[in-house]
T-cell receptor, first 114, second 113 residues
Framework: SQTIHQWPATLVQPVGSPLSLECTVEGTSNPNLYWYRQAAGRGLQLLFY??????ISSEVPQNLSASRPQDRQFILSSKKLLLSDSGFYLC?????????????FGEGSRLTVL | DAKTTQPNSMESNEEEPVHLPCNHSTISGTDYIHWYRQLPSQGPEYVIH???SNVNNRMASLAIAEDRKSSTLILHRATLRDAAVYYC??????????????FGQGTELSVKP
């Protein structure tokens, strides 16, 4: 079976510090990978998606970046965090080439920037 | 992506059916209708999806209007564990590189014992 792991689960970072959130998927190959952010309240904002190693598409311009160094690894980074980067970050994966299929979400990383 | 409109919140009583509406008047022929739900402090989970015909699974039923401009997610017997935010999402199967899901604000369902 497939699983998705995301860490760390929670973190508190000062403004201007760097960020690295990691997501890995097990039990499948060539997945589509996604990073979402949920600020206070509802609504998930798609930040990045990737259809393959080294292939990153950005949905929203910001001071965050994403990388996919391996097929089942997706990393969200920032060089200098802003207060507005606080939120609940979710990684997800989906079957490549199956746009009717479901997306599977990780348990999320809650980031507080002080 | 075509947009969806959902009520901000709904209430239900435990063990009663719940009908969660979604309007999508600008839906295209290649848009699938997806429903996800998100429990507090968790990632969203898939509920159901469909194209034209009504769909049933162990979690819920999806009723799609004949003109496809609206749909309804039906929970047959609400439980306290069904309290969540429910998202209705249109997902283009053809022109959607990467199979993205674009979430709206959803409907917050509360279930009273």
């Amino acid at each position: 079976s497939q699983t998705i792991h995301q860490w760390p689960a929670t973190l508190v970072q000062p403004v201007g510090s760097p960020l690295s959130l990691e997501c890995t998927v097990e039990g499948t190959s060539n997945p589509n990978l996604y990073w979402y952010r949920q600020a206070a309240g509802r609504g998930l904002q798609l930040l990045f998606y990737s259809v393959g190693i080294g292939q990153i598409s950005s949905e929203v311009p910001q001071n965050l970046s994403a990388s996919r160094p391996q097929d089942r690894q997706f990393i969200l980074s920032s060089k200098k965090l802003l207060l507005s980067d606080s939120g609940f970050y979710l990684c997800a994966w989906g079957w490549r080439g199956r746009n009717t299929g479901e997306l599977f979400f990780g348990e999320g990383s809650r980031l507080t920037v002080l | 992506d075509a947009k969806t409109t959902q009520p901000n919140s709904m209430e239900s009583n435990e063990e009663e059916p719940v009908h969660l509406p979604c309007n999508h008047s600008t839906i295209s022929g290649t848009d699938y209708i997806h429903w996800y739900r998100q429990l507090p402090s968790q990632g969203p989970e898939y509920v159901i999806h469909g194209l034209t015909s009504n769909v049933n699974n162990r979690m819920a039923s999806l009723a799609i209007a004949e003109d496809r401009k609206s749909s309804t997610l039906i929970l047959h017997r609400a439980t306290l564990r069904d309290a969540a935010v429910y998202y209705c999402i249109l997902r283009d199967v053809i022109g959607n590189q990467g199979g993205k899901l674009i979430f709206g604000q959803g409907t917050e369902l509360s279930v009273k014992p």
